[in-house]
Structures are given as structure tokens and as C-alpha cells.
């Protein structure tokens, strides 16, 4: 899911009596498959509303919860299905619309298609850019987080770089949006081979993460792992290497499954390791 929660002025309250509350305690838990099985419960009661805003809600946040669990391809399909309702139901430019094409990017580049994930990321934060609403500018800057890993993933490291470094400046709370550019501009840093620097950045990282209490942290589980492996790992340290690697591997594949893009990464990355050890 995106970065950010509203803060409206009864936000807590709103929670409290939402028909998402279980399903949304249950995602922030870290019990995904529980939570997708709760909230296609709330939008199958809900689909018999008329104008409900919960059962597409319900919707967004079982895909969600099934693109946690590495279903990559069923999340993509279930955004896919409930955004035009979305767009109806919230309007082209609400904050809850943007948030749910932001999730929907960043499926896209679990998928390999980071092309088309830069390009609806930019969209999306060029739309937030513009908007009144007090959450934008944090919108904006989760959109702009998808678009940086999704640079990275096309190889071009320097522009990545310098989106990261701009959206870090314009974000002045430490928070877990904090950690992911962090880590987004630690992985721009390894993809230059300034691999010093980017292990730095994965410290820099380290210390945010810290910070966090353990929900707002577990979206992110492995990833601080992963940017000390990459980094330790171009500075030849493969000995310092593989134990971040391998740790990194097991927290996902606990969290997320074996199929989650971060899981497959840490997996990559270790038999990467293992293979340069091995005698030739």
C-alpha cells in the first residue's frame, strides 16, 4: 500500500466505525492472507450498496493484501478492475483515486514493466503536485518513490539519484517515507558503483528505520538488509555480504512468501554471492 493514512481532524474516529477497520488492523499486522479474505468479505456485503464507498475500498485493499503476499499479477488484475469504479465513485483527481493508481504503479514494476510504472508515477505526482488537499505533497512524494525504483530498475541510476536527493530535501519529517527514498537513493548509488556511498546511505537508512515503531517498519522488511548486502558486496566484502543477504531472504520469505519481488531479490542476490565463492 502507499505511504501515507489520512489525517483528517476525525480520522481516528472514522476508523474506529469503518467496516475496514479489521481488514486494515489485519494488513498493518502483517497478516495479509487474513486480511484479503476480510476485505472481499466487506466489499461482497457492501456490493449490494448503492454509491457504497466501501466496497471498492474493501477492493483496493484486498489487492493490497494479495500483492503482499507475491501475487503480483492477481494484485494488478483486482486495481485494474476497481479503479474506473474509483474514478467514479471518488472522482479522477481525489486523494483516495491517485493513492489507489500509486499502489497500482508500483505492482506494475514487480512485474517488470517499469517503464510503464515511471510513466504512471510521474502522472500521479504531477496530479498531487497540484492539489489542495493537505495530504498531497505526501502523495506526491510516494508517487515519486515508485518513479525512482522504477528508474533504477531501467538502469539509469544518475536520474534516479537526483529524484531521490530532490524529494528527500522537499521531505522534511523522518517517517517510513523517509526510509524507502533513503533506500531508493542507496540503490541509485550501488547502480553507479559508488559503492561507499551507498553503504552509507543503507546506514542513514538503518538509523530511520530504527525510529519507526514495528508497523509503520514491516512494509519494509528486508529491504535495509538488502541495501547493506548490494553495497558490502560491490565494496568486495562478500564474507559481511552474505549474512545481510541471507537475513534479508528469511525475513521476506516470513513476511511476504517466496514469491514477493523482494523475497526473489534477496534469493537472486545470494546465489549471486554463493556463486562468486564458489571454485571455478
Do not use: W
Not at 126 to 152: D, F, S, T
Not at 174 to 197: K, M, Y
Not at 241 to 270: I, K, N, S, W, Y
Amino acid at each position: 500500500m502507499t505511504i501515507f493514512r489520512s489525517r483528517g481532524r476525525n480520522a481516528g474516529a472514522q476508523t474506529t466505525r469503518s467496516p475496514l477497520a479489521r481488514a486494515t488492523a489485519l494488513y498493518r499486522a502483517g497478516r495479509y492472507a487474513e486480511a484479503e479474505a476480510e476485505a472481499r468479505a466487506v466489499a461482497e456485503a457492501r456490493s449490494v450498496l448503492h454509491n457504497d464507498m466501501y466496497a471498492p475500498l474493501a477492493l483496493s485493499l484486498a489487492a493490497s493484501a494479495t500483492g503482499a503476499q507475491g501475487r503480483h499479477a492477481e494484485a494488478l488484475a483486482a486495481y485494474d478492475a476497481v479503479l474506473p469504479v474509483f474514478g467514479r465513485t471518488f472522482g479522477a483527481e481525489h486523494l483516495q483515486t491517485l493513492k489507489l493508481r500509486s499502489d497500482r504503479a508500483q505492482t506494475l514494476t514487480a512485474l517488470d514493466r517499469h517503464a510503464e510504472c515511471e510513466a504512471e508515477c510521474a502522472a500521479v505526482a504531477a496530479v498531487a503536485a497540484r492539489g489542495a488537499a493537505p495530504e498531497m505533497p505526501l502523495m506526491e512524494a510516494a508517487a515519486r518513490n515508485g518513479q525512482i525504483y522504477a528508474l533504477n530498475a531501467q538502469g539509469r541510476h544518475p536520474e534516479a539519484e537526483a529524484l531521490a536527493l530532490k524529494a528527500l530535501a522537499d521531505h522534511s519529517t523522518v517517517d517510513r517515507l523517509t526510509l524507502v527514498l533513503r533506500l531508493g537513493l542507496a540503490r541509485s548509488l550501488v547502480g553507479q558503483g559508488r559503492h561507499a556511498e551507498a553503504l552509507a546511505e543503507a546506514e542513514r537508512a538503518d538509523e530511520v528505520r530504527r525510529g519507526l515503531s514495528e508497523e509503520q517498519g514491516r512494509p519494509e522488511t528486508g529491504a535495509v538488509e538488502l541495501a547493506f548486502a548490494n553495497a558490502l558486496l560491490g565494496l568486495d566484502r562478500p564474507a559481511e555480504a552474505r549474512p545481510a543477504a541471507v537475513a534479508a531472504h528469511d525475513a521476506c520469505l516470513a513476511a511476504f512468501g517466496p514469491h514477493h519481488r523482494r523475497t526473489v531479490e534477496a534469493r537472486t542476490l545470494l546465489e549471486r554471492i554463493d556463486g562468486a565463492a564458489s571454485p571455478r
